[in-house]
């Protein structure tokens, strides 16, 4: 083998291993935001529900107290 044969062998292998190291990063780049969205979406939620299920009674009570205000 020669010199020139030898540099474009490495030079392809570089390469190859270069285009595989991109693009497991763009795929692990892209399960990590999905994963972060997820579970900001989880914590959110969560956060949501307790604050929902006391909403509606203060809701109907300031809704019964407009009603009889109105109606006098």
Known sequence: ??????LLGSAAIAA?????????????????????????NRR??????SINTRRPKTAKNRRKAARKAVRA
Request: charged letters at 20%.
């Open 1 to 6: 083998m020669d010199y020139i044969t030898l």
């Open 16 to 40: 190859l291993v270069g285009l595989a190291f991109m693009s497991g990063w763009e795929l692990g780049s892209a399960s990590g935001i999905d994963r972060e969205r997820e579970s900001a």
């Open 44 to 49: 959110i939620n969560g956060v949501l529900d």
